[in-house]
């Protein structure tokens, strides 16, 4: 999430396909987009004050399995339904949760600041890069955000860092990450929820397909990076069945996934109308069924839940994958350095 101190500076519009039929091209001033034309998305700059947030403990609750949350950008044009992120588009002015998808807030200076931010970070802390949106969404082609956080990490060590994706696009900075993979503990994380192309359409509409991502994995292990398939959301009655979830196992173990992590999608609003709608123009009664198991709480009732990640569970010892007891993402192994450096290297 965007730092409290952001300040939205509008940059452009680019016009992507399906959503506003002839609505007028507005071109992005800069290098050509590597967005399909036909669409509108619409662009803002958002000048990143800071880049790291650190992650508290509610009281009462575990502690998450990071230390800090770093995302690149707001907003996420791939587009999934079930998305729990839509929510946070609201602090920036939007009503409408598919704004999410359509208007998209690039953080310059990100860089700069994340260089500042890590005199704040600990020795051994982990960075979870894509805790809200994807960091290698198709913008991250032409902006690279990501491209230049990672190159800062280069000046540091000892410390843990992982990235959640749904993009193959991961794959362009593979050698980069086997670099950082000698200084820090690294892991990428493919969020995939199914192995059906068809209905991974439907959830996640402009997302690469499962096999895509499972390729970018596959690339990334063969240059030594860890690796593995994040199982979320885990959509009850939709691709928890005992054999979906041994397919998508099966492939993540083919592609070198080192371990699994597992979470069953929770609807907070405005998500859930958005997910709701979707779902009954494709799946009438699975959307009869959310809307009831969601009709007092975000979270499913217990009892589905336990039951998807206990396939999951299965299907990993199955497969000899390693999985954390209740499918949270295991959090990452410290690193191996004993020692905390960090160099402010001026070309980073
Ligand atoms: S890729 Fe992640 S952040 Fe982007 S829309 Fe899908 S769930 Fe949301």
Redesign the pocket.
């Known amino acids: 999430m965007a730092g409290r101190g952001d300040a939205p500076r509008p940059v452009a519009e680019l016009l992507l396909p399906g959503l506003e039929g002839n609505a007028p091209v507005v071109a992005v001033a800069g290098a050509p987009a590597p967005v399909p034309e036909g669409r509108r998305l619409e662009l803002t700059g958002l000048d990143a004050r800071t880049a790291l947030v650190r992650q508290k403990t509610p009281h009462g609750r575990r502690a998450p399995w990071f230390d800090w949350s770093a995302n690149p950008y707001r907003g ?1 044009e ?3 339904g ?2 729990y ?1 839509r929510y946070s588009h609201g602090y920036l002015g939007h009503d409408d949760p598919r704004a ?2 359509r208007s998209i807030y690039v953080k310059s200076g990100f860089a700069q600041a994340l260089r500042d931010d890590l005199r704040r970070v600990h020795p051994g802390d982990h960075i979870a890069f894509g805790t ?3 960091p290698y ?1 198709p913008l991250e082609e032409r902006e690279r955000v990501m491209l230049g956080a990672l190159r800062v990490l280069l000046a540091a060590e000892g410390l843990s860092i992982s990235i959640t994706t ?1 993009s193959a696009l991961v794959a362009r900075d593979a050698a980069l990450l086997a670099r950082l993979a000698e200084r820090h503990a690294v892991h990428v994380n493919f ?1 995939v929820t199914t192995v059906d192309a068809r209905l991974a359409r439907f959830l ?1 509409p402009r ?1 690469p397909t499962p096999q895509k991502r499972l390729e970018a994995l596959a690339t990334l292990h063969r240059h030594g990076v860890g690796a593995g398939v994040f199982l979320m959301p885990l959509l009850p009655g939709m691709t928890d069945s005992e054999a979906d979830v041994d397919a998508l196992v099966r492939a993540a173990c083919e592609a070198g996934a080192e371990r699994l992590g597992a979470q069953v999608v929770f609807l907070r609003e405005p998500s859930r109308s958005h997910f709701l709608r979707e779902l009954r123009r494709a799946y009438p009664r699975v959307a009869a069924r959310y809307a009831w198991w969601t009709r007092t709480n975000s979270r499913l009732p217990g009892e589905v839940r336990d039951e998807a990640v206990r396939r999951v569970r299965a299907a990993a010892a199955r497969h000899g994958l390693s999985m954390s007891g209740d499918g949270t993402p295991p959090r990452p192994r410290r690193p191996q350095q004993a020692r905390f450096a960090f160099e402010v290297a001026a070309d980073a």
């Open positions: 996420c791939f587009g999934c079930y998305c992120a999410f998808e809200a949106t994807d969404q749904k969020s996640e997302a």
